[in-house]
């Protein structure tokens, strides 16, 4: 069934970043509503909504999960029969997709404006969004470099690599700690996002604060490229975004860890970068100041306070 399939797919990481796991779930959604044979509007309701929180239960840190499945879901906020109810289903799902898909046209269009002839730039793990503003930035002629990292634990930067080798740019794949080393060749950084939080904080893969970090200390612009629906709601309330910390055989073998009684492997798989180390978020709507992500989720995704309590 796509529904395990799908949520094994996102837990396993073989569907990853934060885009294609929001269309991957909500592409199950709507097929398992299509495969649900009731017409009882409670259990089509029940069995739905078992469904949505067995995929947003599968990595807890990529908010454009949790938005995507209740877009979607708000097909059952009223529905007159489980037939009306399914086809609202199935369109919204179709709906986010396309919309998810022409968002990172449209970003890749905007940040490839934010790219200069000549530019050197550097990237952080595997963004469809941040890749695309690059890949439309080569397209349009400007002659780029890209210095890549490697990511560890789990190695994006290798699928980061293969698409920039493909697309015939000139491509730097370093490891992660020598981001400080080459971080004076580089005129502009971008990276994607799996979270944005209300204060203009980013969350995106462990790494991304202390390439903005080392960016600040040489004024060195750090642009973001994420959908709206990377915006966090809940942290209007102050709520805090969920870190992920993946298993620790994910950096030291389990056999290698157990001669080791007295260390702790700790495998964080995002962190946060404040608002004061990126100069612009790329969204669909356009570029803003990370001080104005506010105003993305108020005015762009409609959600007060009210609705949130
Ligand atoms: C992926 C990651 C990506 C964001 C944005 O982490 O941190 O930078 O998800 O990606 P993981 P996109 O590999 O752990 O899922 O722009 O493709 O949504």
């Given at each position: 069934?796509?529904?395990?399939?799908?949520?094994?797919?996102?837990?396993?990481?073989?569907?990853?970043?934060?885009?294609?796991?929001?269309?991957?779930?909500?592409?199950?959604?709507?097929?398992?509503?299509?495969?649900?044979?009731?017409?009882?509007?409670?259990?089509?309701?029940m069995e739905?909504?078992?469904?949505?929180?067995?995929?947003?239960?599968?990595?807890?840190?990529?908010?454009?999960?949790?938005?995507?499945?209740?877009?979607?879901?708000?097909?059952?906020?009223?529905?007159?029969?489980?037939?009306?109810?399914?086809?609202?289903?199935?369109?919204?799902?179709?709906?986010?997709?396309?919309?998810?898909?022409?968002?990172?046209?449209?970003?890749?269009?905007?940040?490839?404006?934010?790219?200069?002839?000549?530019?050197?730039?550097?990237?952080?793990?595997?963004?469809?969004?941040?890749?695309?503003?690059?890949?439309?930035?080569?397209?349009q002629g400007?002659?780029?470099?890209?210095?890549?990292?490697?990511?560890?634990?789990?190695?994006?930067?290798?699928?980061?690599?293969?698409?920039?080798?493909?697309?015939?740019?000139?491509?730097?794949?370093?490891?992660?700690?020598?981001?400080?080393?080459?971080?004076?060749?580089?005129?502009?950084?971008?990276?994607?996002?799996?979270?944005?939080?209300?204060?203009?904080?980013?969350?995106?893969?462990?790494?991304?604060?202390?390439?903005?970090?080392?960016?600040?200390?040489?004024?060195?612009?750090?642009?973001?490229?994420?959908?709206?629906?990377?915006?966090?709601?809940?942290?209007?309330?102050?709520?805090?975004?969920?870190?992920?910390?993946?298993?620790?055989?994910?950096?030291?073998?389990?056999?290698?860890?157990?001669k080791l009684?007295?260390?702790?492997?700790?495998?964080?798989?995002?962190?946060?970068?404040?608002?004061?180390?990126?100069?612009?978020?790329?969204?669909?709507?356009?570029?803003?100041?990370?001080?104005?992500?506010?105003?993305?989720?108020?005015?762009?995704?409609?959600?007060?306070?009210?609705?949130?309590?």
């Open positions: 069934m796509l529904l395990s399939e799908t949520a094994a797919s996102i837990k396993n990481m073989e569907i990853r970043g934060a885009g294609r796991i929001a269309r991957a779930a909500v592409e199950a959604l709507a097929d398992y509503a299509g495969s649900l044979d009731t017409s009882d509007p409670d259990t089509f309701r739905m909504r078992k469904a949505a929180d067995i995929l947003t239960g599968t990595r807890p840190t990529a908010v454009s999960l949790p938005n995507a499945v209740r877009y979607v879901m708000r097909a059952l906020d009223s529905f007159e029969s489980v037939e009306a109810a399914r086809d609202e289903v199935l369109r919204r799902a179709a709906e986010f997709v396309d919309h998810s898909e022409h968002a990172i046209e449209q970003i890749a269009a905007i940040g490839a404006r934010h790219i200069s002839d000549g530019d050197v730039l550097m990237t952080h793990c595997n963004s469809e969004a941040a890749l695309g503003c690059i890949l439309e930035a080569h397209r400007k002659d780029i470099e890209v210095y890549a990292t490697e990511v560890r634990p789990r190695g994006q930067g290798l699928i980061t690599i293969r698409t920039l080798n493909d697309a015939g740019i000139r491509t730097n794949y370093i490891v992660d700690s020598a981001v400080r080393y080459f971080i004076n060749d580089v005129d502009l950084v971008i990276v994607g996002a799996d979270a944005i939080a209300v204060n203009g904080a980013v969350v995106n893969k462990i790494g991304t604060a202390q390439i903005a970090h080392s960016a600040n200390e040489t004024r060195t612009n750090v642009i973001v490229a994420a959908e709206t629906y990377k915006f966090a709601p809940r942290t209007i309330l102050g709520e805090l975004i969920e870190i992920e910390e993946r298993d620790p055989s994910e950096v030291l073998p389990r056999e290698e860890a157990e009684p007295f260390v702790r492997v700790r495998n964080p798989t995002f962190d946060v970068t404040p608002a004061e180390y990126i100069d612009l978020i790329v969204t669909e709507q356009g570029a803003i100041p990370p001080e104005l992500a506010y105003t993305v989720i108020k005015d762009y995704l409609g959600w007060k306070i009210e609705d949130l309590r």
